[in-house]
């Protein structure tokens, strides 16, 4: 019953993170700031914070089926 209630806190605090994240480069920034262009700063921001997020969901699925194996 725990681990249903972590993983969906889990999930929810992923979906959230996308909205809370500002993950531009300096260099990213500087450019679309100079551009302004708000729509394609708000894209690049959010590729970036999707392309972030991939690993961090395989790393805790991997970990996840670890605990799943060890415990049983």
Known sequence: MKVRYAILLLTLVFLLVPELAQ????????VLESE?????????????VYLMAVPY??????FFFIYRKMKS
């Open 57 to 62: 969901l395989l790393v805790a699925g991997l």
């Open 23 to 30: 993950a531009q480069c300096a260099m990213c920034r500087a």
């Open 36 to 48: 302004g262009s708000e729509a394609a700063a708000k894209g690049i921001n959010n590729g970036i």
